[in-house]
C-alpha cells in the first residue's frame, strides 16, 4: 500500500490495455504509487502483446518498445520548429484511435472508488476494486453490444 498516512492526496495508477474494436478491456496492470512513471510500470511488469498487433500509445510511454509488435505514438513537436502537415495528420490519426482509450477509462471511473482517494490498507485491495470495476465496464460494453 502507498498511504503514508498524512493529509494528502493519494493516488494510486494501474496501466490498461484496451482493444479499440470492442471498448473491452484486455488486460490491466497491478496497482502502483500514483508518482511512477507509466513506462517503468511496463517495463517491470512486462507487459507484453502478441506478435503483429498495432499499439497506440500515448507520450507518457516515450521508449518503451515490444518485440513484433507495431507502434504508433504521436510525434511531438520540436524546441522552436513545428510538426509538418503529414504529421499533424498522423497525429489526429492517432488521436481520434486513442479517444478510446480515453473513453474506457471514464467507464472504469464510473465506479467512483476507482476515481476518490482510497485510504483502505488491506493489502491487494486496491488491486482487487480496480479489477472488479473494469469487469463492470467489460460487462456494461457486452450487455450494450449485445443489444444492438
Known sequence: MFYSGKKK????KNNIIVGEDDYQIKGL?????G???DKKICDEEQISLPKGTHCYQDSGFQGFEMEGVDISQPKKKPRGGELTPEEKKENR???SIRVVVEHVI??????RIVKDVFRNLT?????MVMELA?????FR???RRQAY
Open 35 to 37: 508518482k511512477k512513471h
Open 141 to 143: 460494453t457486452a450487455q
Open 29 to 33: 496492470s497491478k496497482t502502483h504509487e
Open 123 to 127: 493489502d491487494n485491495y486496491d488491486d
Open 9 to 12: 492526496r493519494h493516488t494510486v
Open 106 to 111: 471514464s467507464g472504469v471511473k464510473r465506479c
Open 93 to 95: 490519426l492517432i488521436s
Open 134 to 138: 473494469c469487469a463492470l465496464h467489460n
